[in-house]
């Protein structure tokens, strides 16, 4: 037995989450913006993990983790994340909505699906799954920067979806009630979005598993000079310029798509265009793209040079006070728009 979504249609983009929620859209009609996706999900964010279990032992990220559902909630859109513990559950409810012609979001480790050719774990990969074909038990994925479907097995999948030998991504899916729509106006979507993204940015949850928010960007910026003596300084250096620069973060840590955010939203809600430009978040990605630099310079070298890592230390600081300055603004705004829930 095997089945295909046709009628989807596959674009590439900058980000896999925002890509993939940008193509469901548009395949239900309704058609946004890559930018304008990431800024009505919230999706601007820090998190910052400290485990000597992982590797590397230090890493941070740019967007939120609830990225997804947060689109959701923000637009009324009816979507939301959901986890299935049971593997064959999870392939189960996949094979069935791909029955109905429905293609199906998904979480997965990039380390897993084998056209992704990587030796590195990158849990929390979203893509797209559109077919599968029971014949030589394999999917077809639309995957954010490949311009066709790619193949994996069935085996692949599984791995990916819930690896048992590293950070499970739980079968995680995107779980729509309804069709894919905007449930609230636009400005009232945007201004939800921003005061939900300033208060995790500037009131981050104490319950997470890990460090996110504001906060955790001064940490890493008092860390980042200790990172000399860390067994693995090279490949930490590494990711963190491979994060902000390069695995789907738009060259700039995710800060040039919220900037396109919030350039096309003032079209809705004229009063961003005063108190929250898209020139000063284009500022913030800019020190993003100087902070990578000295983390590359440092992987590439054979010995570690201590005034790098200190280097991208003073520079973590003064983004972490840019950012907490528009965002604490950015609070103030939705404050005074009286922003919805």
């Known amino acids: 037995m095997k089945a295909l979504v046709e009628t989807y249609a596959h674009r590439t983009g900058e980000h896999c989450a925002s890509t993939a929620l940008r193509n469901l859209l548009a395949h239900e009609g309704t058609e946004l913006s890559e930018g304008m996706i990431f800024g009505l999900a919230s999706g601007l964010g820090f998190f910052y993990l400290d485990n000597d279990a992982l590797s590397p032992t230090r890493m941070f990220h740019g967007r939120t983790a609830s990225l997804e559902s947060d689109f959701g909630r923000n637009t009324g859109v009816p979507l939301i ?61 639309a995957d954010r920067k490949f311009e066709t479907y790619q193949r994996c097995s069935y085996q692949e999948l599984r791995d990916a979806r819930n690896a048992k030998d590293y950070v499970s ?26 005061a939900r993204n300033a208060r995790a940015m500037l009131e981050p949850s104490a319950d997470a598993p890990y460090a996110s928010g504001i906060p955790a960007l001064r940490t890493l910026a008092d860390e980042l000079p200790g990172w000399t003596d860390l067994g693995d300084w090279s490949w930490a250096a590494r990711f963190g310029y491979q994060v902000v620069i390069k695995r789907g973060a738009g060259g700039s840590f995710f800060r040039s798509l ?52 200190a280097a991208a230390g003073a520079l973590a600081g003064e983004l972490a006070d840019a950012e907490e300055r528009f965002f604490e603004d950015a609070l103030r705004l939705c404050q005074r728009l009286d922003a919805p829930t």
């Open 81 to 141: 994340d959901r986890e299935e513990p049971d593997d064959d559950t999870a392939f189960g409810a996949l094979r069935s909505r791909i029955d109905r012609g429905e293609p199906v979001m998904i979480s997965t480790d990039t380390f897993y699906l084998g056209y992704h050719n990587t030796t590195s774990h990158f849990p929390g990969h979203r893509c797209v799954v559109v077919g599968y074909d029971d014949a030589d038990e394999s999917v077809l994925i």
């Open 169 to 194: 991504c739980n079968n995680q899916y995107g779980d729509a009630s309804g069709p894919l729509a905007l449930g609230r106006p636009m400005p009232d979507a945007i201004a939800a979005a921003i």
């Open 258 to 309: 919220y900037a396109d955010f919030l350039r096309e939203a003032a079209g809705h809600l004229p009063e961003l265009a005063d108190t929250l430009p898209a020139g000063r978040m284009d500022a913030i990605a800019a020190g993003w793209r100087e902070l990578a630099a000295p983390l590359k310079e440092q992987s590439e070298r054979e010995t570690c040079d201590p005034a790098l890592f």
